[in-house]
Structure formats: structure tokens, C-alpha cells
């Protein structure tokens, strides 16, 4: 099946700093990827929709500026938090869309961000 | 809208044992219909889903789900359990576009 590679796993910031999260379809083109914010114990939350080459698209209440996202060839899309903080802390979730139809979505296996 | 409901927030179930994850959905659309599952520390992988045609599905792992049109579920049901099946389990819901709208979860955890 298809995989989708999301790096690092684990990362440990301290508050103020940047992190970049990585999330790559190593064996298809993915002109769509999503990011997904979970916290503890509860659903998957989508944060926004990263379209190759074009800017993403954020769903209501995502700060635009707080997670810039990048979508710069069709196998990569970047999240970048920005100025980090405690309350950024979650688990992050990529996944990617093989094809034009969305039964087809295959997901990274998370980022955990802990912020300090 | 479209929304998800896991009634159950965790399930203890004992190994060999059946198991039922319960999910129920509303929607105004026709629907997709998915499960996911989830280990500690590591993303989701899909166990199965519902497009359209036969309203039981199988999937990996000995599990299965049946569409339920007139009661909006699609419960999740597995004859025998291991304890390797201990883990969260989502169920989801897409109308066909990029979104998908997902349960709470349910934490099933398998004892010996």
C-alpha cells in the first residue's frame, strides 16, 4: 500500500522556537495533504488543506501565521510551528490524497511536539 | 453538518472474546465511512471502509463493519479479540470531499 513519511516522530522544543514537521508520500504523487491536530484523548481535528503550489487553505480558528504551511512539489509538505509554546503541544497528523477521490487518504504516523 | 458519535470512550474487553465499537453518524448526504486505528505514539491505519455496495465490509485484522442506512451506524465487531488489537480505535465520516469529520475515538483495551 502507499506509504506516507512523517518526520521527526518526536520533537522537544523550548517555548519561543520554530519547529518544522515533514510529510512526505514516498510512492505516489499527493497533490493534496491535510494536517491534523490531536490532543490528548480526543478526535483529530483538521487544521488545514495544503494544495501543491498553492497557498493552503485553513479551517476556521487555525492561526495562519502560528502554522505556515508549505506544499512545494508533490511529494512534500511542510508545517511549520511558528514561536512555539506550551499550548502548542499536541500531536500532529499529516496525511496525503492518491488520486482525485478522497477514499483514498493515507496518514503519516504523527509528530508528538512537546513544547517546554 | 455532518458528525460522528463513539458512544464509548474505552471498551475492556477479555482475549478470545467478541468485541463491538459502536459509531453512529448523521448526515444530509450520502456518506463514506471509515474505521482507523491507532497505536500508542503513531498515526492512523485504516482498518476499513464503507463506499457503497455490500453493507458489510470486512477488513484487515479480522475485523468488520456493517452499514446501517436506517439506523446511521457503522459498528465495528471482531469474533475474537488478541491482545494486540488493544489500541484507539476512530470511526470517520467524508461526504466525498477532502474533509473527513472523526469520532472521539474509543479506546478498546483487551485483557488476558
Known amino acids: 500500500g502507499a506509504v506516507v513519511s512523517q518526520h521527526p516522530s518526536r520533537v522537544i522544543c523550548k517555548s519561543g522556537t520554530s519547529v518544522k514537521i515533514e510529510c512526505r508520500s514516498l510512492?505516489?504523487?499527493?497533490?493534496?495533504m491535510f494536517w491534523y491536530r490531536q490532543f490528548p484523548k480526543q478526535s483529530l481535528m483538521l487544521m488545514a488543506t495544503?494544495?501543491?503550489?498553492?497557498?493552503?487553505?485553513?479551517e476556521q480558528g487555525v492561526e495562519k501565521d502560528k502554522f505556515l504551511i508549505n506544499h512545494a512539489s508533490l511529494t512534500l509538505s511542510t508545517l511549520t510551528v511558528t514561536s512555539a509554546h506550551p499550548e502548542d503541544s499536541s500531536f500532529y497528523i499529516c496525511?496525503?490524497?492518491?488520486?482525485?477521490?478522497?477514499?483514498?487518504?493515507?496518514f503519516g504516523s504523527g509528530t508528538q511536539l512537546s513544547v517546554l | 453538518a455532518q458528525s460522528v458519535t463513539q458512544l464509548d470512550s474505552q471498551v475492556p474487553v477479555f482475549e478470545e472474546a467478541p468485541v463491538e465499537l459502536r459509531c453512529n453518524y448523521s448526515?444530509?448526504?450520502?456518506?463514506?465511512l471509515f474505521w482507523y486505528v491507532q497505536y500508542p505514539n503513531q498515526g492512523l491505519q485504516l482498518l476499513l471502509k464503507?463506499?457503497?455496495?455490500?453493507?458489510l465490509v470486512k477488513g484487515i485484522n479480522g475485523f468488520e463493519a456493517e452499514f446501517n442506512k436506517s439506523q446511521t451506524s457503522f459498528h465495528l465487531r471482531k469474533p475474537s479479540v488478541h491482545i494486540s488489537d488493544t489500541a484507539e480505535y476512530f470511526c470517520?465520516?467524508?461526504?466525498?470531499?477532502?474533509?473527513?469529520?472523526f469520532g472521539t475515538g474509543t479506546r478498546l483495551k483487551v485483557l488476558a
Open positions: 510512492d505516489f504523487q499527493a497533490t493534496t
Open positions: 448526515s444530509s448526504v450520502s456518506v463514506y
Open positions: 464503507y463506499l457503497s455496495g455490500s453493507t
Open positions: 495544503s494544495n501543491e503550489g498553492s497557498k493552503a487553505t485553513y
Open positions: 470517520a465520516v467524508s461526504d466525498g470531499t477532502y474533509k473527513y469529520i
Open positions: 496525511s496525503a490524497r492518491r488520486g482525485a477521490t478522497n477514499e483514498k487518504l493515507f
